[in-house]
């Protein structure tokens, strides 16, 4: 935020404190000349409600507002530039409408595949969802509109949310569950943070002072405002002191009221209000400075933006006969309610009025105008419809046809806010009509609608191919016939591994927890971390996606790049047409000192290509990416040693592997008695000064084994100072108090 802007406020300490609620559910306080804000949600467009509000979008029509591809299937562009195009664009939107901060992007890790709200998020891996949501936010905010990172933080279920304990370790909160945030407010600054229901580790998150002072502003440097989500506060006074700036949405004065009754009563320090109210006045002044009031957009231009992003979010899962593109002529049969009545988006508060929606089955007879299209339901999502007539209905037009296109998926009330899923099935009723469709028409294509992960082991072997549309938006129609037609090459990847079964996810046995508690065991192994460790099969792999054409990776160099590294893959482009590739980076560490997946991402790019073209795609690697987070040291760690770095179509297709030295200092803990005789045998100067005592005492163990044991481990293992004890006075008094202090020193700990 600007410089110049006050911050410290001239109010009283009441209208301080009121400063920190909000005057209804989407706007905050006019207090003196502190001006009033205006919020809606999003984040895949705007939810601005006119005549009553509510959280889960139960009054009905909001002001239309184009419906972007939320964010499930904005990650499956891998594109951040796509991101922030939408950002851009909602910016525009929020603008015309005098709206100042639009609530989202939602980063939070998909953490298994029955969340209810996983279509509003972008991803199981943090680093695709902190550059795609560091995109968003940056387009966003390019228009003066601020963004609000929710939520914070390790929402990952909608079972219970505003109680439930998320029980995470230290690593996996920092490497995981917070990256995305860090990411984002590191290099974005959003203008706004919104808590989340949760506990974190027994603690709310709005009255997490770790969470929310600790972290967010010593650790990473927030300059904005937390605001609560809607109703998350339990306890205004805690909530204060743990640097929650504005409760959402407002109420009746009571909480206000509390504050005041605290600072009377010297249960609040006075500093906390006085500084929650001067980011309060300096978020609001910006937010007024930044209005650009007469802004115009085009619904049109607007559509074209989401039809174009949706376009490239579409995942070509599989293309077996070389079925697709679809000639436009012949007889085509579209089947499947999803034609008619697209799936688009979820249910709850992301849910928009968009400004048009295309019919899918309209734009494939727009594209296909020679061909002879048929329509049949095939199922419907009214209970009482006649299965077996919807379904020998769709089986005559598939025998009749060349080529049927079946649209399957998730129904609304299968997905939204508030409900996690019970299962990943598809509808019992939808993979009965596919396999007597294919039984009628081997020639046919899979379209997928849903916003959670659906399981495809049992569909994935039948279909000449699947298309994979995740939630795309109001322009999914056109895109997907865009896609069908081949107007548009598929270029999307997989942001979340489709599992084989329910089983197989890492929190198949803890999600969603018991007694308000989830306890995260599966530690860092979220997704294909998971899979890829434990070596399960998935039906499709994190990050895959196939193409009209075909992509060889002819080359991998990796070169520092000052303090990063950047990749250089050399990659051709095989195949017939014109297309964009995307370029996964993983990498490895044999030998870690912690555990750590067998590869992880650390950089994608992508180029687009002509048949026969070939380019050097540059994908930086940060530095950070190969770091750990110590909870010992407190702080991320890149460990020195040969890491390699793997060019890749996916997490599973593995194209070039180039190995790199990274030099980095030696990882040092601090050495007490506690510490081990390994570990202090390894510091350079503890080691050279208990040498001798070391070589002396290995060798008499060794000595004394009959059964040729190697006691090695268990020596390495044992606490120094219990064992130097046992040895009755080998070193002299003051010794140990010293070297350790030596090396303490030398190693950057205070003595
Ligand atoms: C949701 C938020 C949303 C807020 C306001 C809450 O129920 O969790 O994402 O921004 O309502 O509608």
């Known amino acids: 935020m600007t410089d110049t802007l006050p911050d410290t406020t001239e109010l009283s300490l009441a209208d301080q404190a009121r400063l920190g609620s909000g005057a209804d559910f989407w706007t905050t306080k006019r207090v003196g000349d502190v001006p009033a ?216 004065g009571t909480s206000d009221a509390r504050v005041v009754a605290a600072l009377e009563s010297g249960d609040i320090e006075e500093s906390a209000v006085r500084r929650n109210a001067g980011r309060l006045e300096r978020f609001a002044r910006r937010a007024r400075a930044e209005r650009r009031p007469g802004t115009v957009w085009s619904a049109d231009d607007h559509h074209a933006i989401a039809r174009e992003v949706a376009g490239r979010a579409i995942v070509l899962l599989r293309d077996d006969q070389g079925l697709l593109p679809l000639q436009p002529s012949g007889a085509i049969a579209v089947i499947g309610e999803f034609a008619v009545k697209p799936r688009y988006q979820g249910g709850g508060s992301s849910h928009v009025t968009p400004t048009r929606v295309d019919i899918p089955l309209d734009e494939i007879r727009a594209l296909a105008a020679d061909a002879s299209v048929t329509f049949a339901a095939g199922f419907s999502a009214d209970a009482d419809a006649d299965r077996a007539a919807l379904r020998a209905a769709a089986v005559a037009e598939a025998a009749a046809s060349d ?150 990776y002819e080359s991998v160099s990796v070169v520092a790049d000052g303090d990063d590294y950047v990749a250089q893959v050399t990659v051709r482009n095989t195949g017939e047409r014109r297309g964009r590739e995307v370029v996964q980076v993983y990498a490895s560490l044999d030998g870690s000192v912690v555990a750590r997946a067998p590869r992880w991402l650390v950089g994608f790019g992508d180029v687009e290509l002509e048949s026969g073209e070939r380019a050097d795609v540059s994908v930086p690697i940060p530095r950070d990416e190969l770091a750990f987070w110590s909870e010992e040291l407190h702080r991320r760690v890149v460990e020195p040693g040969t890491y390699a770095f793997h060019a890749a179509a996916s997490s599973r297709d593995i194209r070039r592997t180039v190995e790199v030295e990274v030099d980095a200092e030696p990882i040092r803990y601090r050495l007490t008695a506690e510490s081990s005789l390994g570990e202090i045998m390894r510091d350079p100067i503890a080691g050279a000064a208990f040498a001798d005592l070391f070589a002396a005492m290995f060798a008499q163990f060794s000595a004394g084994s009959e059964e040729d044991v190697d006691y090695t481990p268990i020596l390495d293992s044992s606490p120094f100072g219990r064992f130097l004890g046992s040895l009755g006075g080998a070193v002299p008094p003051g010794m140990v108090d010293d070297v350790l202090s030596r090396a303490n020193t030398a190693n950057g700990f205070e003595g």
């Open 37 to 252: 804000v205006l919020m809606t949600d999003g984040p895949h467009g705007i939810r601005k409600q006119e005549e009553s509000s509510d959280q889960l979008s139960l009054s009905g029509r909001s002001v239309p507002s184009t419906c972007f591809p939320p964010a499930v299937a904005l990650s499956q562009t891998w594109d951040a530039a796509s991101a922030f195009r939408v950002g851009e664009a909602l910016g525009r939107e929020c603008q015309a409408l005098d709206i100042q901060v639009l609530l989202g992007p939602g980063v939070n890790i998909k953490r298994d595949p029955r969340g209810g709200r996983n279509f509003e998020y972008f991803s199981e891996d943090p680093f695709v969802a902190g550059v795609l949501g560091e995109g968003w936010v940056r387009g966003l905010q390019s228009m003066g509109v601020g963004a609000s990172l929710k939520h914070f933080a390790v929402n990952n279920q909608e079972w219970d949310r505003m109680r439930v304990s998320a029980d995470v370790d230290a690593r996996a909160l920092r490497e995981i569950y917070l990256r995305p945030f860090e990411r984002i407010v590191t290099n974005a600054q959003p203008w706004t943070v919104m808590c989340s229901y949760n506990r974190i580790s027994g603690i709310l998150a709005s009255q997490n002072e770790w969470l929310l002072t600790d972290v967010l502003r010593g650790d990473w440097g927030f300059d904005g405002i937390v605001m609560s989500d809607w109703g998350a506060v339990a306890d205004r006074v805690a909530a204060v002191t743990a640097g929650l700036d504005l409760q959402m949405p407002g109420d009746d």
């Open 403 to 552: 080529v049927s296109v079946v649209f399957l998926g998730l129904f609304e009330n299968q997905e939204a806010e508030g409900a996690d899923r019970p299962g990943i099935d598809l509808p019992e009723d939808q993979l009965a009509l596919l396999e007597a469709v294919l039984a009628a028409q081997p020639r046919t294509v899979v379209v997928l609608s849903h916003g959670g992960v659906v399981r495809l082991a049992p569909i994935a072997a039948g279909p000449a191919a699947i298309v994979d549309g995740a939630l795309l938006g109001q322009a999914a129609g056109g895109a997907l016939a865009d896609v069908l037609f081949g107007v548009v090459n598929p270029s999307g990847r997989l942001t979340e591994t489709v599992p084989e079964r329910i089983q197989d996810v890492p929190a198949f046995t803890s999600f969603p927890g018991e007694r308000m508690h989830v306890r995260y065991g599966e530690g860092i192994f979220v997704g294909y971390r998971w899979y890829d460790t434990r070596e399960i099969d998935v039906t499709f792999p994190f990050g895959h996606g196939l193409s009209y054409t075909s992509f060889d």
